[in-house]
């Protein structure tokens, strides 16, 4: 970082609702109330100002697995109407923040 003179170009912060089923090693998040900020000085603060970078009350669902997804779970997301994409919380607090 040093010799390449990186530094932090902003913070990232979120809600995070995580759950575990051991079976498959099966990990599901659920992360809201995205913010960006480029306070990065503040960092350590236990709350920081931070501009939204989503819609109030939109969710990113991420269902992670090593060996099997079961198949209550495909069951329970495979409603038809959500949509598969990549999503990067750090690219779009970067963009929405300029």
Same mark, same amino acid.
């Given at each position: 970082?040093?010799?390449?003179? *990186? ?16 079976? /498959? ?10 913010? /960006? ?12 100002? /931070? ?22 779970? *495909? ?6 109407? *959500? ?13 929405? *923040? /300029?």
């Amino acid at each position: 970082m040093i010799r390449k003179k *990186l530094i932090p170009k902003c913070i990232v912060e979120y809600e995070r609702f995580a759950f575990v089923e051991s079976k /498959g090693n099966v990990r599901i998040t659920f992360d809201r109330n995205i913010l /960006g900020s480029r306070r990065t000085d503040r960092f350590y603060d236990t709350q920081i100002d /931070g501009m939204p970078v989503m819609p109030w009350g939109y969710y990113i669902l991420e269902i992670k697995y090593d060996e099997l997804l079961p198949h209550y779970i *495909l069951a329970a997301v495979d409603t038809g109407n *959500l949509r598969r994409q990549s999503f990067s919380k750090y690219y779009t607090a970067r963009k929405a *923040l /300029g």
